[in-house]
T-cell receptor, first 110, second 114 residues
Framework: DAKTTQPTSMDCAEGRAANLPCNHSTISGNEYVYWYRQIHSQGPQYIIHGLKNNETNEMASLIITEDRKSSTLILPHATLRDTAVYYCIVRGGGADGLTFGKGTHLIIQP | ETGVTQTPRHLVMGMTNKKSLKCEQHLGHNAMYWYKQSAKKPLELMFVYSLEERVENNSVPSRFSPECPNSSHLFLHLHTLQPEDSALYLC?????????????FGPGTRLTVL
């Protein structure tokens, strides 16, 4: 069973910030929140991950609520090349790999 | 070469053939993974290797046989596959298995079984 819930699809205008929500209400204390994206028929690309604090890197920002039950991935200035399926994953480590759900299909509109 | 490479990128095989998929990581990682992505289905973890030892076999049929000769290379040997095994096979690597460790994926091998 998926540990996360994401909207099936979202649209965003080019140049605007894309905010992708994720619910993970059953997250455990030792589980990290990961975001990956997959452009059609390519390998998934790591974006960002976090445990409790908000995180930012050159690609995106990750905002995690204080109770850790939800998070938002922010792409600050979306471009057409950001059109992809975005996966929110929770993982606690060990030999369990990554459990991918259906993700959010983000479509950037020109 | 950088990152994770996979060869071949595309493979068409008959049900009686034997073929192998190859993955090589150039990141100095010590854990490697095989995932399967069928059409319209989420990625499924198949195998996990850590320090060249298999640590996870996710109920994969025996017609798929992994091999990890060293920390940089991972193979998936295929024999007597079925048409429903047609999928995108993805390799990934990471430094360790801890929760804070992200995985780096290769481009995948698109497999078609006739």
């Amino acid at each position: 069973d998926a540990k996360t819930t994401q909207p099936t699809s979202m649209d965003c205008a080019e140049g605007r910030a894309a905010n992708l929500p994720c619910n993970h209400s059953t997250i455990s204390g030792n589980e990290y929140v990961y975001w990956y994206r997959q452009i059609h028929s390519q390998g998934p690309q790591y974006i960002i991950h976090g445990l409790k604090n908000n995180e930012t890197n050159e690609m995106a920002s990750l905002i995690i609520t204080e109770d850790r039950k939800s998070s938002t991935l922010i792409l600050p200035h979306a471009t057409l090349r950001d059109t992809a399926v975005y996966y929110c994953i929770v993982r606690g480590g060990g030999a369990d790999g990554l459990t991918f759900g259906k993700g959010t299909h983000l479509i950037i509109q020109p | 070469e950088t990152g994770v490479t996979q060869t071949p990128r595309h493979l068409v095989m008959g049900m009686t053939n034997k073929k192998s998929l190859k993955c090589e990581q150039h990141l100095g990682h010590n854990a490697m993974y095989w995932y399967k992505q069928s059409a319209k289905k989420p990625l499924e973890l198949m195998f996990v290797y850590s320090l060249e030892e298999r640590v996870e076999n996710n109920s994969v049929p025996s017609r798929f046989s992994p091999e990890c000769p060293n920390s940089s290379h991972l193979f998936l040997h295929l024999h007597t596959l079925q048409p429903e095994d047609s999928a995108l096979y993805l390799c990934a690597s990471s430094q360790g298995l801890a929760g804070a460790t992200w995985q780096f994926f290769g481009p995948g091998t698109r497999l078609t079984v006739l």
